[in-house]
Structure formats: C-alpha cells, structure tokens
Nanobody, 123 residues
C-alpha cells in the first residue's frame, strides 16, 4: 500500500521559516508529480505548490509565490516544501499528494494523499 508521510510542521512566528518533507513508499516515485495542499477548517483544500515527475516544472499558488519553494529528491523518494517569510494566513494542515507525471491544480486528480502536518504561524 502506497504511503505518503509528511513531517516538519510546527509552530513558528511570522517571518520565520519551516521546511516540510513528504516521504513516499511503495510508489514508483520518479513517475509521479507531487503536490502540496493546505486546508483550514471550513474551507476547501487548496493547492500550494506542485512539481512534475522530473522536477522540470513547478507551479505555485499566487499567495505563496516567491516565499515557498517545492523541490524533490527522486533518489530519496521525498518531496520538500521550503516555506519562508511565513504569515499567519499560512496556518493550515499541509498535505502532500501524488498523481502520475505532470502536476495539476485539480485536487481530485491526485491519487494518493498523506495524513497531513499542522503548520501554525503566530503573529
């Protein structure tokens, strides 16, 4: 069974940084695009960033462009989300997800999901 396990969440002050990791197992990782989504209570899960299977294409939500960086290491079956200059509105549960080859903004097109990691940014 495919597993995606997120880590690296926590509490940080506004302006600080966090690095999220998502380790995949039982997945041909190098053939999957990876996405980071986030969700706050009462709102839909939204795409934050996504990366293609080979790292050649990355997409970002407007709200995080220039502050967040997605990357991947196919040798380690891991995708990362470096989050800098964090703001209180970045507070959410962050999920990683996988879909074949190319990223998409369509949440339902992602096949596999992790359990999420909480990120809380205090003002």
């Amino acid at each position: 069974q495919v597993q995606l396990v997120e880590s690296g969440g926590g509490l940080v002050q506004a302006g600080g940084s966090l690095r999220l990791s998502c380790a995949a197992s039982r997945l041909t990782f190098s053939t999957y695009a990876m996405g980071w989504f986030r969700q706050v209570p009462g709102r839909e899960r939204e795409l934050v960033a996504a990366i293609s299977w080979d790292g050649g294409r990355t997409d970002y939500a407007d709200s995080v462009e220039g502050r967040f960086t997605i990357s991947r290491d196919n040798a380690k079956n891991t995708v990362y989300l470096q989050m800098n200059n964090l703001k209180p509105e970045d507070t959410a549960v962050y999920y990683c997800a996988a879909r074949p080859y190319e990223p998409s903004t369509v949440r339902y097109s992602y096949q596999y999901w992790g359990q999420g990691t909480q990120v809380t940014v205090s003002s």
